[in-house]
């Protein structure tokens, strides 16, 4: 997948630029993130297969654009439109599950799956290091120990966005009907870990 296709799936961040500026600054300063991407996707062209859903499909993009407005509008506007993107991608799945937990049965499936979901999309494979705890009824626990987006973050000079996906957890799960999820910390903020919780209430 080139920059240029990685971008279109990324609209959100277009719209965002769209808003702040005119629609020719927003054009030229969007081909340049395609640019510094593809960049991005040659330096670390030989990452692992199963690290790319983090690192081609949200991490370099998210690097790309920011790194690119911050030269040309400064940090503050290129962080603003990273986290009202996030904000708004998160409010849709959050609502899209908020409805989905007032199904019967679904909040204990929904708790369920975190152990399997975990391993597969948030474990080794993925460039992750976690400490997972034995299963417990109506509760899941995991944690976090190493994590790409801290690492690429930090590597590509730009280690603030971290934490706006860090904070997309909370934004993703924090108000579902019926459940509750607890953090403490996460890396991106400079704890020793991120923790998770999810449980029925």
């Not at 296709?5 to 030229?28: C, F, H, N, P």
């Not at 991005?40 to 993009?61: E, V």
């Amino acid at each position: 997948m080139t920059a240029k296709e990685i971008l279109q799936k990324k609209g959100v961040y277009k719209a965002e630029m769209d808003r702040i500026m005119s629609v020719e600054q927003s054009d030229a300063l969007w081909q340049k993130a395609t640019e510094k991407l593809d960049t991005i996707l040659n330096r670390y062209r030989s990452l692992p297969k199963g690290m790319k859903m983090h690192t081609r499909d949200r991490i370099f993009p998210a690097a790309a654009v920011y790194l690119t407005l911050k030269d040309a509008v400064g940090a503050e506007k290129a962080y603003r439109v990273i986290e009202d993107s996030a904000v708004k991608g998160c409010a849709e799945i959050a609502k899209k599950l908020q409805k989905m937990m007032k199904i019967p049965g679904m909040r204990n499936l929904f708790v369920t799956v975190w152990d399997p979901l975990t391993k597969k999309v948030f474990g080794p494979g993925n460039g992750f290091r976690n400490i997972f705890y034995p299963k417990e009824k109506g509760k899941y626990r995991m944690n976090i120990v190493a994590c790409p987006y801290n690492q690429y973050f930090t590597e590509l000079g730009c280690p603030e966005l971290t934490k706006i996906f860090c904070e997309n957890d909370d934004r993703t799960y924090g108000n579902l009907p019926g459940l509750k999820f607890e953090r403490t910390g996460t890396l991106g903020k400079g704890a020793e870990r991120c923790d998770f919780l999810i449980r029925k209430v």
